[in-house]
């Protein structure tokens, strides 16, 4: 199972490029998640998706737009990227808004984007 | 300010030691998840509690979920240099909408 796909793994942006962070899952999940995580903290969200042409802004979501055309595809666009942008990002998704002990939420393996 | 605050934010202690780490919120969760992240990695789940008051043991790791739903614990027996990493704690949002939020994070140290 491929399970949620994120690419590129690595970038280097110039400040002001623009550039999308593609995220891909295979298991019909509704729900899909970006975040950013800086060195030692805890993930922040950026924004998510209830399902298919539904998005909505995380706790983070300045400097970032994102659209959800199919069940499975939750690109991350980043517009005039900024040095404060430099992070690692990483897509989630989920079946469920209710984890129990049966539910997980499956993430991607991050993707290291450094702008300069 | 963050919803889900997490203390402390650093630890190092020696083998053997025992821990306790706090996910404190002012707000009601309906449950509460436990992470652990290792560098270059996703979080990889390790718990889920639900009940107030619940009590979870896996292996060396007892996690408590607060009786009010706002607080949970996680403590480490016997610590072991694999039990390094970063400890997260997360839950969906109470405030009604489906975000899933994380909480501030505390990177653990375990020397040998």
Same mark, same amino acid.
């Given at each position: 199972?491929?399970?949620?796909?994120?690419?590129?793994?690595?970038?280097? #942006?110039?400040?002001?490029?623009?550039?999308?962070?593609?995220?891909?899952?295979?298991? !019909?999940?509704? *729900?899909?998640?970006?975040?950013?995580?800086?060195?030692?903290? =805890?993930?922040?969200?950026?924004?998510?998706? &209830?399902?298919?042409?539904?998005?909505?802004?995380?706790?983070?979501?300045? =400097?970032? !737009?994102?659209?959800?055309?199919?069940?499975?595809?939750?690109? #991350? %666009?980043?517009?005039?990227?900024?040095?404060?942008?430099?992070?690692? *990002?990483?897509?989630?998704?989920? *079946?469920?808004?209710?984890? !129990?002990?049966?539910?997980?939420?499956? +993430?991607?393996?991050?993707?290291?984007?450094?702008?300069? | 300010?963050?919803?889900?605050?997490?203390?402390?934010? +650093?630890?190092?202690?020696?083998?053997?030691? !025992?821990?306790?780490?706090?996910?404190?919120?002012?707000?009601?969760?309906?449950?509460?998840?436990? *992470? %652990?992240?290792?560098?270059?990695?996703?979080?990889?789940? #390790?718990?889920? &509690?639900?009940?107030?008051?619940?009590?979870?043991?896996?292996?060396?790791?007892?996690?408590?979920?607060?009786?009010? %739903? @706002?607080?949970?614990?996680?403590?480490?027996?016997?610590?072991?240099?694999?039990?390094?990493?970063? /400890?997260?704690?997360?839950?969906?949002?109470?405030?009604?909408? /489906?975000?899933?939020?994380? =909480?501030?994070?505390?990177?653990? @140290?375990?020397?040998?």
């Amino acid at each position: 199972n491929a399970g949620v796909t994120q690419t590129p793994k690595f970038r280097i #942006l110039k400040i002001g490029q623009s550039m999308t962070l593609q995220c891909a899952q295979d298991m !019909n999940h509704n *729900y899909m998640y970006w975040y950013r995580q800086d060195p030692g903290m =805890g993930l922040k969200l950026i924004y998510y998706s &209830v399902g298919a042409g539904i998005t909505d802004k995380g706790e983070v979501p300045n =400097g970032y !737009n994102v659209s959800r055309s199919t069940t499975e595809d939750f690109p #991350l %666009r980043l517009e005039l990227a900024a040095p404060s942008q430099t992070s690692v *990002y990483f897509c989630a998704s989920s *079946y469920s808004v209710t984890p !129990n002990s049966g539910n997980t939420i499956y +993430f991607g393996e991050g993707s290291w984007l450094t702008v300069v | 300010t963050q919803l889900l605050e997490q203390s402390p934010q +650093f630890l190092s202690i020696q083998e053997g030691e !025992n821990l306790t780490v706090y996910c404190n919120s002012s707000s009601v969760f309906s449950s509460l998840q436990w *992470y %652990r992240q290792e560098p270059g990695e996703g979080p990889v789940l #390790l718990v889920t &509690v639900v009940t107030g008051g619940e009590v979870k043991k896996l292996k060396r790791l007892t996690f408590q979920f607060g009786d009010a %739903r @706002k607080d949970s614990s996680l403590h480490i027996t016997a610590a072991q240099p694999g039990d390094t990493g970063l /400890y997260l704690c997360a839950g969906f949002s109470p405030s009604g909408t /489906y975000k899933y939020i994380f =909480g501030t994070g505390t990177r653990l @140290k375990v020397l040998a």
